[in-house]
């Protein structure tokens, strides 16, 4: 977007954010909203999003814009966190001990196992019946 800001991308299972920060008061949009509209409201999603700024100390130094795409709300909003904890470490290297030891820079593998043919779904069988 801007000169001055810094570029990452963060992922969870099929959502992925990509993130600018720009020096700021601490503002943050998500797909042209505010952080709080976007996600309803939920404090649990706000709470995961700004973990990262709240550990670094870096709520108020910093503006952050999102663009988020995929997946759902709870994967979305660990896709952010994850965006902003790679974007935070482009703007500050020394900032990267304190994110890797709260475990928030490291992208999640977790995703749905793939339904099998021949099955009800990735592990479940259809029932067997002998007669």
Not at 48 to 76: C, H, S, W, Y
Not at 77 to 93: K, V, W
Not at 114 to 125: D, F, I, V
């Amino acid at each position: 977007m801007a000169d001055n800001s810094i570029y990452a991308t963060g992922k969870r299972k099929t959502a992925i954010a990509r993130v600018w920060l720009k020096p700021g008061s601490g503002q943050i949009l998500v797909n042209k909203r505010a952080l709080e509209d976007y996600f309803d409201g939920g404090e649990y999603s706000r709470a995961v999003v700004e973990k990262p700024l709240v550990i670094t100390e870096t709520k108020v130094k910093f503006d952050v814009m999102a663009t988020l795409r995929g997946g759902g709300k709870n994967a979305q909003a660990e896709a952010l966190r994850h965006g902003i904890s790679r974007a935070l470490t482009e703007a500050d290297p020394e900032l990267r001990t304190t994110l890797k030891r709260a475990g928030l820079l490291t992208r999640d593998p977790r995703s749905k196992e793939r339904k099998k043919y021949g099955q009800r779904g990735a592990r479940a069988r259809f029932q067997f019946s002998k007669r």
